[in-house]
């Protein structure tokens, strides 16, 4: 899914493609894209571009009369940018968004169409898509702290619960743990002051640098490799490949469809954290420690 960093990227170029352009027209291929009925596409055509923003991971395209495009990519939504009136691609393409300076597509990899649009109008329409997350690039430690204090979650999914930090999700939340030196179960709530101030410039440090780095990627053009696994990060992606910081084979925890990655040194002590897809099945025979893991007993 893409997240603070990939979002920002997105909404940073498309500022520089649409502002001040006209919207002439937006073609809809998939009749699961559009999740809401007033105002209509109809009332956005003609309507001269005034900025492009970032709510949490959606991108709003805000238009002249204060009424706005809002397009969350969920996992596999992706934006290109086209000549003007280009073709969408066929099985992929879900939206083309004709501006008299070219075209947006949007398109989502598989079947389970979760990518969303939204014609909201006023501020107020716009709010009601902001889940309350605080900004976790202009946080105080103090803030931090009291978000993450109020409910006993793992610090795990504090930090991708958008209604806590607006923004990040499952990568970037492995990175910024692992620069924390945190286990992904350790509670947000019990939490002492050092460490929300280390978690606070691990989330900083994290997102910064991969902005930049996304920033430098792309350069003058537009982004077309947004993933979740990207060359360079310490452990999201890297099960069973070495830790950059020590060595240690990067470990897996598996929750529904998602996979979360840490370093077992680092972040926990040694110690396995139980993965629910092997732990109920090998039972007594799941290791606890990276040393069991790596030399087990005969």
Request: glycine share 10%; net charge positive.
């Amino acid at each position: 899914m893409p997240e603070l960093p990939d979002v920002t990227v997105y909404v940073e170029c498309l500022e520089r493609r649409v502002s001040g352009a006209r919207l002439d027209a937006v073609r809809l291929a998939s009749p699961f894209l559009l999740r809401s009925v007033d105002p209509s596409l109809d009332d956005c055509r003609g309507r001269t571009v005034a900025g492009v923003e970032r709510i949490g991971k959606r991108i709003a395209i805000g238009l002249d009369g204060e009424m706005f495009l809002v397009v969350h990519l969920m996992i596999a939504g992706r934006l290109r940018w086209a000549t003007a009136g280009a073709k969408l691609p066929g099985r992929l393409g879900l939206a083309a968004f004709d501006f008299s300076s070219g075209t947006l597509l949007l398109t989502e990899a598989g079947t389970k169409k979760r990518v969303s649009l939204h014609v909201v109008r006023g501020r107020d329409g716009l709010r009601a898509h902001d889940a309350g997350g605080i900004d976790p690039l202009d946080c105080t430690v103090a803030e931090l702290a009291a978000v993450l204090g109020r409910e006993a979650h793992t610090i795990k999914r504090a930090l991708i619960d958008p209604r806590v930090l607006s923004g990040i999700g499952n990568a970037y939340s492995d990175e910024i743990l692992h620069r924390a030196r945190m286990s992904p179960f350790q509670r947000a709530d019990r939490l002492g002051d050092a460490a929300v101030a280390r978690l606070r410039e691990a989330i900083r440090a994290v997102l910064v640098e991969w902005t930049d780095r996304l920033r430098r990627e792309t350069g003058g053009g537009f982004p077309e490799k947004v993933t979740a696994f990207r060359d360079g990060m310490a452990v999201h992606g890297r099960f069973r490949k070495p830790c950059p910081a020590c060595g240690s084979t990067v470990q897996r925890i598996v929750h529904a469809e998602h996979e979360w990655n840490y370093c077992p040194t680092c972040q926990t002590g040694g110690r396995l954290l139980a993965d629910r897809a092997l732990s109920r099945l090998l039972r007594d025979d799941w290791p606890h420690t990276l040393e069991e893991l790596e030399h087990p007993r005969r």
